[in-house]
């Protein structure tokens, strides 16, 4: 069967309803340039999702060199042929008139085209100048969740034995750097226990922080098709706002923001109060149990409803659902990461799962989900704040092991403390002991907290900055030397999702005029460098990126995330294979720990563990006597009020997050016409009871103020919880008269003007969730609709007059659904 929908309208597509423990139908997405026929496609390429985490597997279609649409991938495991709206309209940013084609240079004021050489042999003079003039501390790395596998790996060697500097972090320390935290207090090491397919098999769903269904749209499909199948699994959704997800669930917690904790002490004092636990599955696998035990014992619902404003009885409720699951699947994500406590909170949802063995069965497990689609492939490859290989810095003999593996001295590899996180990355460079800052695939000028002060750091006159992307952004326009990099689509590689399920994506047309894959100027600059291994010969091995991706193998033999069983030949045509995989698991694993906790022995862990209050390092001796035996460590941890409350002159709270039809700083999906007409400039969102009691009205002109500083934007009334505002993080100046940033000392059009400086102790993820603000009235609307979709959750509480968001024609997309359905009815309403 075969339907042509709007997308931008539906975001989610047709149903395709399935029973607990059947396969996902399959239905297969393709969307092409308007005039364009399947026939006309000249040829198909593999590639998988870049604007999301989901890794959604697809075709590239190519006609005359030109890339003109996509479709999904029907036999692979993520997405049965399924494309979210980014998938399918994000292409088109390629080929946009704006695209760098040159390296430029700065000339006093003004970037200037030149050609590449000189580009890096000015980059290459300010390296060798730095190091000897000041060491290697004096330059630093901060790159993307955007690159391929490869790209990160050349990045590391480069970086930590080729240049020797602790200073090399992601972007993914914004989005997803909690998640690798909290896995490795718990389980000791990174990576995901739990699989995609555990939606097929569980009967129950909680989704803490987790707007799945704008963040992960394919996975959404996923879990539609079950609530709409035989057997349906109940939902509990914890989220401030009134999310698609929300809709459906049987209970919606709408915690005020900061209180993760509180709300989650709450959950585990009942489900342990009603003897809800696993006791065997405790004394076997874990340690810990009895401190979280009298740690929760006063946490009851009352307590917690006092601190969160969330009624005692929907605490119980939600409760009660957790404790009588048999099969429980527990997503987190920036609602928990970004917020108060981030560690400390995803952690308890660790403990949700040990104290009742929800774990290793299909069906029982929890995704510590990331926010970028190679946001695992920074972590394992050592571009994200650890060693590759998921090795642990205080351990010496894994520093012994990865010299080894790099042909250098260990004292080569700095593990004097631990890797330099983004937000002190950009502290020394404020400070001047960073004087060389690269950034890739990224544009912190709109994405850091506090904007104001990080574009003066990007400023300084002794900070050499060179910028890596595709478009003059934000950031670009800061820099010093500005790279014009391929992308995909124009370049190949690998990338692993958030279920450890790695895709190969290949070119398929050439990158404009002179830009260059990542890959390609990291391996320049390495030659450039003439970076060198302890017997003399070069450091950097490899020449492309499939001899990258071989060098990489050796890296990750025998640890968590073993991809030696995996080779670019076995990646293309069938679906993506889940690490590790290797001799004994040749065709990858599904999920984690099905036989007991395998990476938390002291000797083997990636990580001792945090204090989850002053995010001190715990010392080896320490981890070795609370866990000689390397079982999962149940870690309890106490409430702490938010650093920054409402008060009088700033009565409210904010909190910024993403919408469905974005990306980041919308450097591509901006660019989109489909994607952009969804959702084209900033607005507030704001509950119907603080409108009224503030005589505020839909569309209405505001101001956002905090201690940092002002945003504007157009009011939309939701529903959501009364005391927050809500704005969407991804709009900057690229697109304004302002260019790369306000105008002046007035208000911004960036959330992050807004933000704090201020992370988590543990996991140094940066709080973009727990702002004090008020709310000041610009203009009257006079009757016009704020620009935001009526899709999400940023739907109005009265539709009434408010165009529904949708795409036109040009958002037209093809559905076929093949094969038969598993005969469930759909239910004919959403849950309450």
Not at 10 to 21: F, H, K, M, N, S
Not at 263 to 270: K, M, R, S, V, W
Request: charged fraction near 25%; proline fraction near 7%; hydrophobic fraction near 35%.
């Amino acid at each position: 069967m075969e339907a042509s929908v709007d997308r931008i309208a539906d975001p989610w597509g047709g149903r395709t309803p399935y029973a607990r423990g059947a396969a996902w139908p399959v239905r297969t997405d393709t969307h092409l340039a308007p005039g364009t026929t399947a026939d006309e496609v000249d040829r198909w390429v593999q590639a998988a999702s870049l604007l999301h985490s989901n890794g959604d597997a697809m075709d590239i279609a190519v006609r005359e060199g030109r890339i003109v649409g996509v479709r999904g991938r029907a036999e692979d495991r993520v997405n049965r042929g399924r494309l979210g709206p980014k998938d399918l309209f994000g292409w088109a940013a390629n080929a946009s008139e704006d695209r760098l084609t040159s390296p430029l240079v700065r000339d006093g004021d003004r970037l200037v085209p030149c050609d590449w050489d000189t580009a890096m042999a000015r980059i290459a003079a300010r390296s060798k100048e730095l190091l000897d003039r000041h060491g290697p501390g004096s330059i630093g790395f901060y790159t993307s969740g955007q690159l391929f596998l490869e790209e990160y790996y050349t990045l590391a060697v480069l970086a930590r034995a080729g240049i020797g500097t602790n200073h090399l972090d992601g972007n993914t320390r914004l989005c997803t750097a909690t998640a690798a935290e909290a896995l490795k207090e718990s389980f000791g090491c990174d990576g995901q226990p739990g699989s995609f397919t555990d939606i097929d098999h569980a009967d129950t769903l909680a989704l803490f922080g987790h707007n799945m269904a704008e963040t992960q749209p394919v996975l959404w499909m996923r879990v539609l098709d079950r609530l709409d199948g035989a057997d349906p699994p109940r939902l509990i959704c914890v989220d401030p706002r009134p999310t698609p997800s929300a809709r459906r669930a049987d209970v919606h917690l709408a915690p005020r923001p900061g209180t993760n904790v509180a709300l989650l002490n709450a959950l585990l004092h009942e489900i342990i109060r009603t003897d809800r636990v696993d006791e065997e599955f405790i004394e076997a696998h874990t340690v810990g149990f009895e401190e979280l035990r009298r740690r929760v014992a006063p946490c009851t619902p009352g307590w917690a409803s006092a601190i969160c404003d969330v009624p005692a009885a929907a605490i119980g409720e939600a409760a009660a659902i957790l404790g009588s699951a048999e099969r429980l699947l527990s997503t987190v994500l920036q609602g928990v990461y970004q917020s108060h406590q981030a560690t400390a909170a995803a952690v308890q949802v660790n403990n949700l799962h040990l104290i009742r063995g929800m774990l290793g069965r299909p069906g029982a497990g929890v995704l510590q989900m990331n926010g970028q689609p190679t946001a695992e492939n920074t972590r394992e490859c050592g571009a994200d704040g650890d060693l590759p290989g998921f090795r642990n810095w205080q351990n010496d003999q894994h520093v012994a092991d990865l010299a080894e593996v790099w042909n250098v001295e260990p004292s080569s590899i700095p593990h004097y403390a631990p890797p330099t996180h983004a937000m002190q990355i950009f502290r020394y460079a404020e400070q001047g002991s960073i004087r060389m800052l690269w950034i890739s695939g990224t544009n912190p000028a709109v994405s850091l907290p506090e904007l104001g002060r990080i574009r003066s750091v990007l400023a300084q006159e002794r900070l050499f900055t060179v910028v890596q992307d595709l478009f003059l952004t934000e950031t670009a326009q800061l820099a010093d030397v500005v790279l014009p990099a391929a992308t995909w689509g124009e370049k190949t590689g690998t990338f692993t999702n958030a279920d450890r399920t790695v895709h190969l994506s290949e070119k398929a047309v050439d990158p404009p005029g002179d830009a260059r894959p990542d890959l390609a100027v990291f391996l320049d600059y390495a030659r450039r460098m003439d970076f060198r291994d302890k017997d003399g010969g070069p450091l950097v091995t490899w020449d492309g990126p499939e001899e990258a991706f071989e060098a990489w193998k050796r890296c990750s033999a025998g640890r968590p995330c073993d991809y030696t069983g995996i080779t670019y030949e076995r990646l293309r045509g069938g679906s993506g294979i889940q690490w590790p995989c290797d001799e004994g698991r040749p065709e990858g694993t599904e999920r984690l720990y099905t036989d007991g906790v395998s990476w938390a022995h002291p000797d083997v862990c990636e990580s001792y563990g945090k204090d989850l209050v002053t995010g001190a390092s715990v010392e080896a001796v320490e981890y070795r006597s609370l866990n000689p035996d390397g079982k999962a460590v149940i870690k309890a941890a106490a409430y702490q009020p938010p650093h920054e409350v409402p008060s009088r002159e700033y009565p409210l709270q904010l909190t910024t997050g993403r919408t469905l039809y974005h990306f980041h700083t919308r450097t591509k999906t901006g660019r989109v016409p489909q994607l952009n007409a969804a959702a084209p400039e900033v607005w507030v969102e704001l509950s119907a009871a603080d409108a009224t009691a503030r005589d505020l009205a839909e569309g209405d002109l505001v101001d956002v103020t905090t201690p940092r500083g002002s945003l504007r934007g157009t009011l939309r009334i939701t529903g959501i919880r009364e005391g927050l505002l809500f704005v969407p993080f991804h709009y900057g100046y690229w697109d304004t008269a302002e260019g790369s940033g306000p105008s002046g000392d007035g208000p911004g059009r960036a959330a992050n003007e807004t933000t704090v400086t201020d992370w988590d102790p543990v996991s140094k993820q940066p709080l973009y969730k727990t702002a004090a603000a008020r709310l000041t009235l610009v203009r009257r609307g006079g009757g016009v609709p704020a620009p935001a979709p009526t899709t999400t959750a940023s739907a109005p509480a009265r539709p009434d007059g408010i165009r529904p968001t949708g795409g036109g024609p040009d958002a037209l997309a093809i559905q076929s659904t093949d094969g038969p359905r598993d005969g469930s009815t759909p239910r004919e309403a959403a849950r309450p």
